[in-house]
């Protein structure tokens, strides 16, 4: 994908030399996206110990576990992020640079944005950030993407790395694009050019494109999802990406097939019982490792990566044998026991409120075993296609032909009916940490759903086998 350009490497605003830094360039060869090219500045920062760690962190967390050919790392996403920003820049500015203003500056700022842009995240995909994190610093907003600029910054300072200020401020403005510490549109020149890597606006970015791919791959799933054929169509109109009126269904087949992935893959029922299994690992281990002591420094945060299970795992220290019984389970596949589930029902969805242990606990009735909230595990799981109840193709703006210059719309009475007309899922799950809990707290799970909808809302009953489970 792509021919060599030259504005790879004679960028005198971030003080390149000539054609000499042909010998200080790369080609590496990605499985997605075939060769990539790596110039001398994006290689000053991929040299480094801080964006080599992304190696040892798994894109999909723990899902090798169930999809064993998952185990790709943030490393090899970050350069496919980092190609097809390049890709998406280069695009634009053959064929609208000199109507936008696109120039080398623009080009190589969002390359490295694409290039750093999950050079903070946390260990585990999100685990780390969304379920660890706020167990052990109750209403922490701490997030990946503001230590990513952090990341940057200390890269730039301990390496001495020669780029000027204004570079480095963009870079970071488009690494925090789709966040809530975005800056403001009006603060912004070029405004779309931040809609390539982190899309806040309508969520069609270059991240997806590759994780998508990516990660249908490594799981052996198929994708059908052809980020190419938007890329050669997208357009700069009004200072936003617009996209042909023709190729609607193709974005709809991103936003579905990432759904899809949520809802096979990222959120797989036993992924999610492994991934219960290591939170408490980590928070049973967490005062004596001091494993969240870091996260707002990156000279030491950087030194945090999946290889800490195997710290508890190989360590004698007594304090941390809590955890290492949990690992140890989880190597003998004797995980925490999926009870059952149940879709919330659609009339329910705007009031939803999560499900917790202590909703299942008090649900059960007396006698019998009394239930703990230590012993229950209860996963709110969110599904929808990047823009909760509404259709995402509502934030997107669409142009008919080239020889228009009209932005439009497209509505749900002009779309396709095969379209679903509901576009979230809430799905609650209940799991037991011991397998002989298992009849008490499917039977607790029911009583909640009786007590809460009036229905037993889950399709199927817990399996007598399952209920009588020893191991």
């Not at 401020?169 to 809609?195: C, G, N, P, Q, W």
């Not at 007590?451 to 086998?465: E, F, L, N, R």
């Amino acid at each position: 994908m792509g021919a060599f350009c030259n504005d790879d490497i004679a960028f005198s605003n971030f003080n390149f030399g000539s054609f000499q830094d042909l010998r200080s360039s790369k080609h590496v060869y990605d499985n997605v996206h075939g060769n990539i090219y790596l110039g001398p500045l994006f290689l000053k920062f991929i040299d480094t110990e801080q964006f080599q760690r992304l190696r040892d962190l798994k894109q999909l967390g723990m899902a090798h576990m169930v999809y064993p050919g998952a185990v790709h790392s943030r490393y090899e996403h970050s350069l496919g992020v980092y190609w097809l920003a390049g890709e998406a820049v280069h695009k634009l500015k053959n064929s609208h640079g000199l109507e936008h203003g696109i120039d080398h500056f623009d080009v190589q700022t969002v390359k490295l944005a694409g290039l750093l842009h999950d050079v903070g995240h946390g260990p585990f995909s999100h685990l780390f950030e969304r379920e660890f994190l706020p167990m052990v610093h109750k209403g922490s907003e701490w997030s990946h993407e503001q230590m990513s600029v952090d990341m940057v910054d200390h890269i730039v300072d301990e390496h001495h790395i020669e780029i000027e200020s204004e570079a480095l401020k963009r870079v970071k403005e488009m690494i925090l694009a789709s966040s809530k510490y975005a800056t403001t549109k009006s603060t912004r020149e070029k405004h779309f050019l931040y809609d390539i890597v982190a899309n806040g606006r309508n969520g069609i970015d270059v991240d997806k494109f590759d994780y998508i791919v990516r990660d249908s791959r490594a799981c052996g799933l198929g994708c059908n999802f052809q980020f190419q054929r938007l890329m050669e169509t997208m357009r700069v109109m009004g200072d936003e990406i617009c996209y042909r009126a023709k190729d609607y269904l193709t974005i709809h087949k991103l936003f579905a097939t990432r759904a899809d992935l949520y809802r096979t893959v990222y959120t797989h029922a036993k992924v999610k019982a492994i991934e219960f299994m290591v939170v408490d690992a980590l928070l049973n281990a967490n005062n004596y490792l001091e494993i969240a002591s870091h996260i707002y420094d990156p000279s030491q945060y950087w030194k945090l990566d999946d290889t800490i299970i195997k710290t508890i795992e190989t360590a004698p220290d007594h304090e941390l044998k809590e955890s290492r019984d949990l690992i140890l389970r989880i190597r003998r596949r004797d995980l925490y026991q999926f009870c059952n589930e149940y879709a919330v029902p659609k009339d329910q969805l705007d009031n939803f409120k999560d499900v917790t242990a202590q909703d299942i606990v008090c649900s059960q009735k007396s006698g019998g075993v009394a239930l703990k909230e230590e012993d229950v595990a209860v996963s709110n799981v969110r599904i929808d296609l990047t823009r909760g109840k509404h259709n995402p193709l509502e934030s997107i703006k669409f142009f008919k032909d080239y020889e228009s210059d009209e932005k439009l719309s497209i509505t749900d009475d002009r779309i396709s009916h095969l379209l679903p007309t509901s576009y979230q899922d809430m799905i609650v799950r209940v799991y037991s940490k011991k397998p002989e809990l298992v009849g008490a707290i499917s039977e607790a799970f029911e009583n909640f759903q009786l007590k809460t909808y009036g229905i037993k809302a889950q399709v199927h009953s817990t399996p007598d086998k399952k209920k009588r489970r020893i191991c």
